[in-house]
């Protein structure tokens, strides 16, 4: 019986990545003098690494070297970090990124019928909570974020984090997410996974996941199915994640 869904956020819940953490990014940069600029195509290929930290680490060791031969190299990467933190959060405030199609639906709709829900994400907590409004924050029994665990995505160790929280088995829950890293991170850890491409990973190979859609979809808004039995739907209900969840583990 499906008792729980794990929801991702970057990308999963909203698509935050292009026009919210990276220009974030790049004003921490310029904040901080350094002449770095990530442009879309760019940070397309940094979304390979996992963590904000680990990001800006995996572009110092393949454009500027230097920077991490410095004695306080990691604190700099830690201060940019929290500057990063705080500038998409200012863009969050402004209204900027909306959350996906059908997300706050089927949030609510979750609520309706006793499913309990968590995150797993790499972003931080402070990013959570600055996307989601109070009401649907409250929505979530527990937040598996930031540096919960050593090892971000497509480790699963936030799954099994996040699993041991709920004091749930993995076969009693569905996982939500976007990307490679993240559905490699909810099949190890066991869970079945639904996938809603973002759109950086549109087009990824998402062998493994219970579906493949463009979004959750919403009533006269159908999604579109790129993999996955819909069993009549146009969209996503908890009834439809209760018949993938019930496939998955046949």
């Given amino acids: 019986m499906l008792e729980a869904l794990i929801f991702d956020v970057d990308g999963t819940l909203a698509d935050t990545e292009r026009d919210g953490h990276r220009p974030a990014f790049n004003a921490a940069f310029a904040e901080a003098g350094l002449r770095w600029r990530w442009d879309e195509a760019?940070?397309?290929?940094?979304?390979?690494?996992?963590?904000?930290?680990?990001?800006?680490?995996?572009?110092?060791?393949h454009h500027d070297p230097a920077f991490l031969g410095q004695a306080d190299a990691e604190d700099r990467i830690k201060a940019l970090h929290t500057s990063k933190t705080r500038y998409y959060a200012k863009r969050l405030s402004t209204g900027a990124i909306a959350l996906r199609p059908g997300v706050v639906r089927l949030l609510r709709e979750a609520q309706g019928v006793g499913l309990r829900m968590a995150i797993a994400t790499t972003t931080t907590p402070e990013n959570v909570s600055a996307l989601l409004p109070a009401d649907l924050m409250a929505l979530f029994e527990i937040v598996g974020a930031g540096d919960a665990v050593a090892r971000k995505k497509p480790a699963p160790d936030i799954y099994r984090w996040v699993l041991h929280e709920l004091r749930l088995p993995a076969s009693a829950c569905l996982a939500l997410e976007d990307s490679v890293n993240g559905l490699q991170a909810s099949l190890a850890a066991g869970l079945p996974t639904l996938v809603t491409e973002s759109e950086y990973t549109h087009g990824h190979d998402f062998s493994g996941a219970v579906a493949v859609l463009?979004?959750?979809?919403e009533p006269g808004r159908p999604c579109t199915a790129h993999r996955g039995e819909m069993h009549g739907n146009d969209w996503v209900d908890v009834t439809l994640l209760k018949n993938w969840h019930r496939d998955a583990l046949r």
């Fill in 42 to 61: 760019l940070y397309g290929e940094l979304l390979a690494v996992t963590g904000g930290k680990e990001r800006i680490r995996f572009y110092c060791e």
């Fill in 214 to 217: 463009s979004d959750l979809g």
